[in-house]
């Protein structure tokens, strides 16, 4: 059974940067996709980036793009996402996820495997 191990997550200030690691114990057809959802009180869970392992192919929120990169380590069995130009609105709770898709909205097609969550917060 896949497991995902979240690291990363913290306090910062805006204008910032975080890097946030998800460590997939084995890539599997289940972890085609992988990607970061992230949730805020009071708010509904979104899609923030996701990619295509084999490929690379990756995609991105709309709120994300131009600040967050996605990317992977296959050796490592690890997804990163790098967080720049931190802002308060991006304060979350953030948890890996993984799926045989992707959607195109930076979000992982009904996820099979979740991460534990790492929490994010940025202040003004």
């Known amino acids: 059974q896949v497991q995902l191990v979240e690291s990363g997550g913290g306090s910062v200030q805006a204008g910032g940067s975080l890097r946030l690691s998800c460590a997939a114990s084995l890539y599997t057809y289940s972890t085609n996709c992988m990607g970061w959802f992230r949730q805020a009180p009071g708010k509904e869970r979104e899609g923030v980036a996701s990619?295509?392992?084999?490929?690379?192919?990756?995609h991105y929120a709309d709120s994300v793009k131009g600040r967050f990169t996605i990317s992977q380590d296959n050796a490592k069995n690890t997804v990163y996402l790098q967080m720049n130009m931190l802002k308060p609105e991006d304060t979350a709770m953030y948890y890996c996820?993984?799926?045989?898709?992707?959607?195109?909205?930076?979000?992982?097609?009904?996820?099979?495997?979740w991460g534990q969550g790492t929490q994010v917060t940025v202040s003004s």
């Open positions: 990619i295509y392992i084999r490929e690379g192919h990756t």
């Open positions: 996820a993984a799926a045989t898709f992707c959607g195109s909205d930076g979000s992982v097609y009904t996820p099979k495997v």
